[in-house]
T-cell receptor, first 112, second 113 residues
Framework: DVKVTQSSRYLVKRTGEKVFLECVQD?????MFWYRQDPGLGLRLIYF???????EKGDIPEGYSVSREKKERFSLILESASTNQTSMYLC???????????FGSGTRLTVV | AQSVTQPDIHITVSEGASLELRCNYS??????LFWYVQSPGQGLQLLLK??????LVQGIKGFEAEFKRSQSSFNLRKPSVHWSDAAEYFC???????????FGTGTQLKVEL
């Protein structure tokens, strides 16, 4: 069964901390994505990557950065966490072609 | 840029009744279209997808969706709803294989017994 694994299910961090959210996929997918999910706003794209060491800004990249050093791993970085970054973060991956997108279970981040 | 509208924020249906969830998209060419479901505390599960061909698409759990180019719609249907279908449903659009997905804001489905 294909899998996208997010390292933490729940995280609590303090304002100003640097936060790393990790995502690993085992499907050899080229394309990986980070979304945040907020009630009433659906899922909004933060960053995505179509290849190793490649990244593109999504719709709401401010306050975030990403890293993709290996094909299977895509990390989301909050350089200095703020309370308005409290949210559910979802990672997804897909191949290039007519495939569905597989999502991880999500990381619920609370910034206090 | 593509966009997706789900006009119904909440829908309540009785168990056994039929269901239709609306989805409208904005994109100049033929998009790739998806419906996902999210149960409380769970991740997103793919219900069905449309890339091309037959405009009526069958998915899992008895769901189907119909692509109507003239109406820019991709509505999700189920003939008889079960209590376990209570969840949030998201419509999404992509401009091509592997490209970024753009989501609607979701429709929360409540099923009355």
């Amino acid at each position: 069964d294909v899998k996208v694994t997010q390292s933490s299910r729940y995280l609590v961090k303090r304002t100003g901390e640097k936060v790393f959210l990790e995502c690993v996929q085992d499907m050899d997918h080229e394309n990986m994505f980070w979304y945040r999910q907020d009630p009433g706003l659906g899922l909004r794209l933060i960053y995505f990557s179509y290849d190793v060491k490649m990244k593109e800004k999504g719709d709401i990249p401010e306050g975030y950065s990403v890293s993709r050093e290996k094909k299977e791993r895509f990390s989301l970085i909050l350089e200095s966490a703020s309370t308005n970054q409290t949210s559910m973060y979802l990672c997804a991956s897909t191949g290039t072609g007519r495939y569905g997108y597989t999502f991880g279970s999500g990381t619920r981040l609370t910034v206090v | 840029a593509q966009s997706v509208t789900q006009p119904d924020i909440h829908i309540t249906v009785s168990e056994g009744a039929s269901l239709e969830l609306r989805c409208n998209y904005s994109y100049g060419a033929t998009p790739y279209l998806f419906w996902y479901v999210q149960s409380p505390g769970q991740g997103l599960q793919l219900l069905l997808k449309y890339f091309s061909g037959d405009t009526l698409v069958q998915g899992i759990k008895g769901f189907e969706a119909e692509f109507k180019r003239s109406q820019s719609s991709f509505n999700l249907r189920k003939p008889s709803v079960h209590w376990s279908d209570a969840a949030e449903y998201f419509c999404a659009v992509s401009t091509g294989g592997g490209n970024k997905l753009t989501f609607g804001t979701g429709t929360q489905l409540k099923v009355e017994l």
